[in-house]
């Protein structure tokens, strides 16, 4: 099927954009080359620039800062002289070699040097660690974007410093909401919530509004958050909301009315009942929990402290879940009887969201796709299963991309004319060693 999609014509012209594209990232290496051989050869010192970085500014029209960051990447990603002449590997090796064949851009480049930094001001990390941690950034930096390498080097960051995630003292208090009315009626809001918890919560009850209505919703993410919020606000006053009845009391109290007003089982003088708690995804290493130390990761990827985890924990559902060697989850506690909700919050935990190599789309807003379809036998099980977002669900349903799962992992197959080897790719969220 898809070697009837793309003529002779477009396929050339794909093969013409990536070659060009491998090419880019290679000059951009040699030029690095080019920088470290002006170092060695001391020409900065012989034209009275100085540094090699005030000489590249004047050899180019750079910024200061750009010209810096291509001297200090020079001197990481290239052979350097030892004292006694001899050439020593670069200080990042397996980043040069990538580098070097085109496989990555400036964008993952400056990622790992900052990742590699931080990692070796850690006491935690030994000399084997840290080098085992820039192989790993190199080989997800070949097949990940730099926002989405991003997310795996915090994560691996973490792993060493698991006090990082902690939040200043009275970081909750910061949280704000500043709504402005204007003369014609109109709010105007602004704010923020410093816990990343909270955040999840937020968006856990507005993205799923926010949904589109069909094909024809025309309306912006923001336009459907604002008109979920409405939905939101308004539902809090209806019967049996959060807000019902607040603000209608009279003063003095209920007793003392002629006809006390009636109150339902189990709510509070003076206030609505409360809603349900709260259901979150919380995932920690049990140990950390209990010597409250360490992190947590929600939904969003988000780090959160321990004691934020515990003081979530008395008011929210806790769902047990137990990881395998290499963090896929192989048992997962139900609050119903319905495999659905487990199998669901499995994948959510596996895939981390849309699966689809590259794509950051947060779990609530991915749909379960089954590998094998439904109605041609397909059952509906973990190892059958994927997220996808709504995009690259309809991309996988065109036929041209294939996903299987290998050892309870999934990989994504692309059509040839993406990739003539049409080599299998690893979706789902970037797995940081342990």
């Known amino acids: ?69 291509l001297a200090e990447e020079a001197a990481d990603l290239t052979p350097r002289r030892s004292l006694s002449g001899e050439l020593v590997s670069p200080r990042l090796p397996c980043t040069a070699a990538v580098a070097a064949e085109g496989e990555v851009g400036p964008g993952h480049i400056a990622i790992i040097r900052t990742t590699m930094e931080r990692l070796g001001r850690l006491e935690t990390v030994s000399v084997e660690d840290w080098v085992a941690a820039e192989r790993f950034l190199a080989g997800e930096a070949t097949r990940l974007p730099p926002r989405m390498l991003q997310r795996a080097a915090t994560r691996l960051v973490a792993t060493f410093d698991p006090d990082g995630a902690a939040p200043p003292d009275g970081d909750d208090c910061r949280d704000e909401l500043h709504v402005v009315r204007r003369k014609d009626g109109r709010l105007e809001f602004k704010g923020r919530l410093n816990d990343p918890v909270d955040g999840d919560v937020f968006l856990g009850a507005i993205d799923p509004l926010a949904e589109p209505c069909g094909p024809d919703d025309t309306r912006s993410l923001a336009r459907r958050r604002a008109d979920a919020l ?52 919380i995932t920690m290493d049990l140990r950390w929990l209990q010597l409250a130390t360490g992190h947590g990761v929600l939904g969003s990827e988000a780090l959160v402290d321990p004691r934020t985890v515990r003081r979530w924990a008395c008011d929210a559902e806790v769902v047990p879940v137990v990881l395998g060697s290499r963090s896929e989850p192989l048992d997962v506690g139900r609050l119903q009887r319905t495999v659905t909700d487990a199998i669901r919050r499995a994948l959510n935990i596996r ?76 979706g789902g969220r970037p797995r940081v060693p342990l």
Not at 20 to 26: D, I, N, P, W, Y
Request: aromatic share 6%.
């Open 230 to 281: 409405k939905d939101v606000v308004e539902g809090a006053q209806r019967p049996g909301g959060v807000a019902a009845g607040v603000g209608d009391e009279q003063p003095g109290s209920d007793d003392d009315a002629p006809i006390p007003a009636p109150r339902r089982p189990g709510q509070e003088k003076g206030r609505p009942e409360r809603p349900g708690r709260a259901l979150l995804t």
């Open 1 to 69: 099927m898809s070697e009837r999609v793309l003529g002779v014509g477009e396929r050339e012209a794909l093969d013409r954009a990536r070659t060009r594209m491998v090419a880019l990232r290679a000059a951009q290496y040699r030029l690095l080359e080019d920088i470290a051989e002006l170092e060695t050869l001391g020409v900065a010192q012989q034209t009275g620039d100085r540094a090699t970085r005030r000489l590249l500014q004047d050899l180019s029209t750079l910024d200061a800062h750009e010209a810096t960051r």
């Open 351 to 426: 895939d981390g969201g849309c699966a689809f190599p590259s794509c950051d789309r947060a779990p609530r807003r991915c749909h379960a796709h089954h590998i094998r379809y439904w109605f041609h036998g397909g059952s509906t099980c973990l190892d059958n299963l994927v997220l996808l977002c709504r995009f690259h669900h309809q991309l996988i349903h065109a036929g041209h991309w294939t996903v299987e799962i290998r050892d309870g992992l999934p990989w994504f197959t692309p059509p040839a004319w993406i990739d003539p080897d049409q080599q299998p790719r690893p």
